[in-house]
């Protein structure tokens, strides 16, 4: 026999190999178990599925708040009010009945994240305009939209930029504040939604006359996890609804 071989055809390599198998198996077996901890069982419209494996017991997790949450966890499935199928088969696509830029489907999609503002290491809210936080300012290498018009997907002006959201543990902008034309309120604009010209801010998203309808924080100088959910998702629902257009083949 040679050298680490425990019989003729068995050696430590090939049992550390079959080790690593089993192992790997079971890895994959309690990561997918896991998973199951949140979404299930599956809603559907033939009733209810937990799939493969079965549900995991019930883990008690402490959040940094000191608060507690169980999953999995007993939730009462989400009804979607404001939209319905286009055909009477199962899953068949579902459109907006309503306003489409605040009806939670399609690209306007939210997830229900907790209503409280995302914190910093120290308890303090991480996303804030910088009027309220002096140490934090725009670089001197790149432009200063403040003060300047933002324009719709029409060309036509929806407001002026008040101010710049920073988020100050990643320290990079969120947010861009802006006063609509005519309002006495200010709203919130992605950064990521907005192109940054040197004397505008083009929005390609919303048409002017949307801006109005963005979503506004109770906060003046914070935003929640959740408001910032709606936010996002009614830009994102103006990609495909900000008119009819949209929504209509390419021709």
């Given at each position: 026999?040679?050298?680490?071989?425990?019989?003729?055809?068995?050696?430590?390599?090939?049992?550390?190999?079959?080790?690593?198998?089993?192992?790997?198996?079971?890895?994959?077996?309690?990561?997918?178990?896991?998973?199951?901890?949140?979404?299930?069982?599956?809603?559907?419209?033939?009733?209810?599925?937990?799939?493969?494996?079965?549900?995991?017991?019930?883990?008690?997790?402490?959040?940094?708040?000191?608060?507690?949450?169980?999953?999995?966890?007993?939730?009462?499935?989400?009804?979607?009010?404001?939209?319905?199928?286009?055909?009477?088969?199962?899953?068949?696509?579902?459109?907006?009945?309503?306003?489409?830029?605040?009806?939670?489907?399609?690209?306007?999609?939210?997830?229900?994240?907790?209503?409280?503002?995302?914190?910093?290491?120290?308890g303090k809210a991480k996303i804030v305009p910088l009027r309220t936080v002096p140490d934090y300012g725009v670089s001197a290498r790149d432009p200063d939209p403040r003060g300047k018009p933002v324009y719709g997907a029409d060309g036509e002006v929806a407001g002026t930029v008040s101010d710049l959201w920073v988020d100050t543990c990643e320290m990079m902008f969120r947010y861009i504040e802006v006063t609509p034309t005519g309002a006495p309120y200010s709203v919130l604009l992605p950064v990521t939604f907005a192109r940054i010209r040197a004397d505008r801010i083009e929005v390609h998203a919303l048409m002017s006359d949307q801006f109005a309808g963005v979503p506004r924080t109770r906060h003046p100088e914070q935003v929640t996890m959740l408001e910032e959910e709606k936010i996002q998702a009614y830009y994102g629902a103006g990609t495909l609804y900000a008119e009819p257009s949209r929504a209509e083949p390419l021709a």
């Open positions: 026999m040679g050298t680490g071989a425990i019989t003729t055809n068995v050696d430590v390599a090939q049992l550390v190999l079959y080790l690593f198998w089993i192992f790997f198996a079971g890895l994959v077996y309690y990561l997918v178990r896991e998973n199951h901890r949140e979404g299930y069982p599956l809603e559907t419209e033939r009733g209810t599925t937990e799939g493969w494996p079965a549900i995991p017991a019930p883990k008690t997790y402490r959040m940094a708040d000191g608060s507690t949450i169980q999953v999995p966890r007993q939730e009462a499935p989400e009804v979607v009010a404001n939209a319905e199928p286009t055909q009477r088969w199962f899953g068949a696509p579902i459109e907006p009945t309503g306003n489409p830029l605040t009806a939670g489907v399609g690209p306007g999609a939210w997830c229900h994240r907790a209503d409280v503002p995302d914190h910093d290491p120290h």
